[in-house]
């Protein structure tokens, strides 16, 4: 799943504009949000439309399972491959 978690985290980097980070510079592990990558509820919503946009999946703001998805690369990975394998 490494190509889709670097996928996934070009994707964070590009939609955020995140100028100056690389893959490599994302933990894979590491949170999103707080501690983390530092991202926010804006983030979240664009990264939403994102992930929305490149893999046709979308999640509701409102949906507590949102949260644990978005809760790293690897989650969101993990998520995105699920979603995959059951279409």
């Known amino acids: 799943m490494t190509g889709l978690q670097n996928e996934i985290k070009e994707l964070i980097i590009s939609s955020l504009n995140l100028e100056g980070l690389t893959i490599e510079d994302i933990d894979t592990?590491?949170?999103?949000?707080?501690?983390?990558?530092?991202?926010?509820s804006i983030d979240a919503l664009e990264l939403?439309?994102?992930v929305k946009g490149r893999y046709g999946l979308v999640l509701s703001a409102d949906d507590q399972d949102a949260?644990?998805?978005f809760a790293s690369v690897a989650a969101?990975?993990?998520?995105?491959s699920s979603q995959q394998a059951a279409e």
Not at 29 to 40: N, V
Not at 76 to 80: E, I, K, N, R, Y
């Open 29 to 40: 592990d590491a949170p999103l949000f707080g501690a983390g990558l530092g991202l926010d």
């Open 48 to 50: 939403g439309l994102a």
């Open 67 to 69: 949260r644990r998805h």
């Open 76 to 80: 969101l990975a993990a998520f995105v």
